[in-house]
């Protein structure tokens, strides 16, 4: 989806009007983010993303006064717990109306999330300024977007904001947007998915499956290497800050399996008649009550670990090892993050 200027849209049923657009690139993802204005003339800032199910996802952002450090891994804000989950550097691709950028300018942006998943945080370095936003996802039912054009509205009003406060977010609990060109080289993928479907020396697809509640479906591959535990590691070592949350359903064996969770996926590693495999979709195909798998005496695990509040603590601290590394190198090498929002 991609408005235009001077398009009408409702949020909450208050009236909105299109007046700027950013178009930023970050590897190989491309995605907008808008300037709209409301009757009232509050300023604020929608993202819109295309998941990998071809589903539009809104963010709406709000100019953040509080205090963050980026060189922080994670903080705490009132009563919220926040972790940084995404952190890269994106150029302007393409641009509509009077946003204070210019082709081809970059900014570094660090994005945090809540513990509860509501609330993102976003921190955007600039040349010679920072700025902070706030933001939330907000539900398909809480937007609509109309065909009307308000031509004159839009070239009235002008920018309220540098352009720092445009928001480069990507959050998401998923694997979004549109292929592009890569901008950078040498960084690591932040989807489980894309992972193992280009190490094809490691891993082989053996099957699709769907969900028989909300047809979203899940791929199954089967791994070469001999055991879970170097089939997780290899996965937490090949997304390194994609990882969000590692789990086991008994924190004592990893017998039944052990669950990563990415913004937007989840994966199973499990072994069954001497084989490794994964199975890999996104959240969307777990979260509801129905479904199978490939070894449908495996659901009960692949949903038990999905939803268990019982975190793996080794390979939990595997995977913050290998997030700082890679956090590190990038930040020693000046490279940006892999994949987009």
């Known amino acids: 989806m991609r408005l235009k200027k001077g398009q009408i849209l409702y949020i909450d049923n208050q009236k909105y009007t299109v007046i700027n657009m950013i178009e930023f690139a970050e590897d190989t993802w491309v995605w907008q983010e808008y300037e709209i204005v409301s009757e009232t003339g509050l300023h604020r800032w929608l993202s819109i993303e295309t998941n990998e199910n071809n589903q539009d996802e809104f963010y709406i952002y709000d100019i953040f006064r509080g205090i963050v450090k980026t060189s922080e891994i994670e903080f705490t804000l009132g009563n919220k717990k926040y972790e940084l989950y995404e952190k890269g550097k994106a150029v302007v691709k393409d641009y509509f109306g009077n946003a204070d950028v210019d082709k081809y300018e970059s900014c570094e942006f660090y994005d945090y999330i809540s513990e509860d998943k509501k609330t993102i945080i976003s921190v955007e370095k600039w040349y010679g300024e920072t700025e902070k936003s706030i933001g939330e996802l907000i539900e398909n039912y809480r937007i609509k977007i109309t065909d009307e054009i308000d031509r004159t509205k839009?070239?009235?009003?002008?920018?309220?904001?540098?352009?720092?406060?445009?928001?480069?977010?990507?959050?998401?609990?998923?694997?979004?947007?549109?292929?592009?060109?890569?901008?950078?080289?040498?960084?690591?993928?932040?989807?489980?998915?894309?992972?193992?479907?280009?190490?094809?020396?490691?891993?082989?697809?053996?099957?699709?499956?769907?969900?028989?509640?909300?047809?979203?479906?899940?791929?199954?591959?089967?791994?070469?290497?001999?055991?879970?535990?170097?089939?997780?590691?290899?996965?937490?070592?090949?997304?390194?800050?994609?990882?969000?949350?590692?789990?086991?359903?008994?924190?004592?064996?990893?017998?039944?399996?052990?669950?990563?969770?990415?913004?937007?996926?989840?994966?199973?590693?499990?072994?069954?008649?001497?084989?490794?495999?994964?199975?890999?979709?996104?959240?969307?195909?777990?979260?509801?009550?129905?479904?199978?798998?490939?070894?449908?005496?495996?659901?009960?695990?692949?949903?038990?670990?999905?939803?268990?509040?019982?975190?793996?603590?080794?390979?939990?601290?595997?995977?913050?090892?290998?997030?700082?590394?890679?956090?590190?190198s990038r930040t020693s090498s000046g490279g940006g993050t892999s994949s987009g929002k």
Do not use: M
């Not at 053996?206 to 791929?219: D, E, G, H, L």
């Not at 290497?225 to 994609?242: F, H, N, Q, S």
């Not at 017998?255 to 990563?260: A, F, M, S, T």
């Not at 995977?319 to 700082?324: D, F, G, H, K, L």
């Open 154 to 328: 839009a070239s009235t009003i002008t920018t309220n904001t540098s352009k720092g406060t445009w928001k480069v977010i990507a959050i998401a609990i998923l694997v979004v947007i549109f292929p592009f060109l890569a901008v950078f080289s040498g960084s690591s993928s932040k989807s489980i998915q894309k992972y193992i479907s280009k190490q094809s020396s490691k891993y082989t697809y053996v099957t699709s499956v769907t969900n028989n509640t909300n047809n979203k479906k899940a791929k199954v591959y089967k791994s070469s290497l001999k055991t879970i535990d170097a089939t997780v590691k290899d996965i937490i070592d090949g997304v390194p800050e994609g990882i969000t949350k590692t789990t086991d359903i008994d924190s004592s064996t990893d017998d039944d399996g052990i669950g990563l969770q990415t913004k937007k996926e989840y994966a199973y590693i499990y072994e069954e008649d001497g084989k490794i495999y994964i199975q890999v979709s996104n959240k969307k195909y777990v979260d509801s009550s129905g479904g199978s798998t490939y070894h449908s005496s495996r659901y009960i695990y692949y949903r038990s670990s999905y939803t268990s509040s019982s975190q793996s603590s080794t390979y939990n601290d595997y995977a913050y090892s290998a997030r700082q590394k890679s956090i590190n």
